[in-house]
């Protein structure tokens, strides 16, 4: 998830040379630019999140740059859990044999992702896409849309999320950090006590 960086934008060409006009007040230099299709591009910082398809708690969500990439983000975050996760669901940004076959062979990670449009010519893509969407996979990666998309959601909503609250790389770490661990508590005690681990906003502002 892409969040916009407090104060003014830092047109590309202008940061890649350091020149920062004199009418820009207030502005993060560390933020960076990204692209989704949802919200075009976006000067700011990135969330990052995982969380079970099984129980719908907050597992991960932490901080990146915008302009991070994030299939490798999730590799160096899951192979920790070796092991313990047999099957990880990204999109299309994790559409790529190198990281199917690495997560497979050496971590024994099976990985569903949605192919590429007009990338299944070559044979070892053949021989991927085959591997990978069987039925039992793509019936896993169906549920992704329903327990683990709207996670983030949930956390930018609870906090208002439009805009970063501050400014730099370490600041937003931090907070975005707090903000996990805090609907993660508030999400576990409500899994615990059977109730709804979505409705935790009161307890996560303590209102």
């Keep these: 998830m892409m969040v916009?960086?407090?104060?003014?934008?830092?047109?590309?060409?202008?940061?890649?040379?350091?020149?920062v006009p004199r009418r820009l007040r207030g502005l993060d230099k560390e933020a960076t630019w990204g692209k989704s299709r949802a919200d075009g591009?976006?000067?700011?910082?990135?969330?990052?999140?995982?969380?079970?398809?099984?129980?719908?708690?907050?597992?991960?969500?932490?901080?990146?740059?915008n302009s991070g990439n994030e299939a490798k983000r999730m590799e160096r975050d899951i192979i920790v859990y070796e092991?313990?996760?047999?099957?990880?669901?990204?999109d299309s940004k994790a559409d790529d044999q190198h990281l199917y076959w690495n997560l497979k062979k050496n971590h024994r990670i099976r990985l569903v992702t949605v192919p590429r449009k007009g990338m299944d010519k070559s044979e070892s893509r053949k021989k991927m896409i085959k591997d990978m969407l069987t039925k039992k996979n793509l019936k896993d990666?169906?549920?992704r849309s329903t327990t683990?998309?709207?996670?983030?959601?949930?956390?930018?909503?609870?906090?208002?999320?439009?805009?970063?609250?501050?400014?730099?790389?370490?600041?937003n770490r931090w907070?975005?950090?707090?903000?996990?661990?805090?609907?993660?508590?508030?999400?576990?005690?409500?899994?615990?006590?059977q109730r709804s681990?979505?409705?935790?906003?009161s307890a996560?502002?303590?209102?």
Excluded at 160 to 168: H, P, Q, T
Excluded at 204 to 207: A, D, E, K, M, R
């Design 197 to 201: 681990t979505w409705e935790v906003k």
């Design 4 to 19: 916009k960086a407090r104060g003014p934008v830092w047109h590309q060409k202008q940061k890649k040379e350091g020149i």
């Design 41 to 65: 591009w976006v000067y700011g910082h990135g969330t990052f999140s995982i969380t079970p398809h099984t129980i719908p708690i907050v597992g991960i969500f932490q901080w990146m740059p």
């Design 175 to 193: 907070s975005f950090a707090a903000m996990g661990i805090a609907v993660q508590m508030a999400q576990w005690t409500a899994w615990k006590q």
């Design 83 to 90: 092991g313990i996760v047999r099957k990880v669901c990204m």
């Design 148 to 171: 683990v998309e709207p996670m983030q959601g949930l956390v930018a909503d609870i906090f208002e999320l439009d805009r970063c609250w501050m400014r730099g790389d370490i600041n």
């Design 204 to 207: 996560v502002l303590g209102v």
């Design 141 to 143: 990666y169906k549920e």
